[in-house]
């Protein structure tokens, strides 16, 4: 089992910065993919952005060029750098993490709110 810390989140103004962070518990999961999912009320999850063990990283065309996902995988955690912030970026994001290969066993944090306001 792995357990996901999330920090960071908060409230910021529209073109602002915000943070996150999330530790990963258990040591064999430097090996996972790690990333960030976001949710509004009312809608499906969806992908943030992730990155493999290896550094490969994909993002949401929405926030490319904005966000910037980075991991330690000494200190086993994965950040979320989120600039210039917009209003749609409002949601509550999920830090994430799967087993490279059995793909089917995957982690959830349990969620930090982000608040973008104009």
């Known amino acids: 089992q792995v357990q996901l810390v999330e920090s960071g989140g908060g409230s910021a103004q529209a073109g602002g910065s915000l943070r996150l962070s999330c530790a990963a518990s258990?040591?064999?999961?430097?090996?996972?993919?790690l990333g960030w999912y976001r949710q509004v009320p009312g809608k499906q999850r969806e992908l943030v952005a992730i990155?493999?063990?290896?550094?490969?990283?994909n993002y949401t065309e929405s926030v490319k060029g904005r966000f910037t996902i980075s991991r330690d995988n000494v200190k086993n955690t994965v950040d979320l750098q989120m600039d210039s912030l917009k209003t749609e970026d409002t949601a509550v994001y999920f830090c994430?993490?799967?087993?490279?290969?059995?793909?089917?066993?995957?982690?959830w944090g349990q969620g930090t709110q982000v608040t973008v306001t104009s």
């Open positions: 994430y993490s799967q087993h490279p290969t059995r793909t089917i066993l995957e982690y």
């Open positions: 258990r040591s064999t999961s430097r090996l996972y993919t």
């Open positions: 990155i493999t063990y290896r550094g490969r990283t």
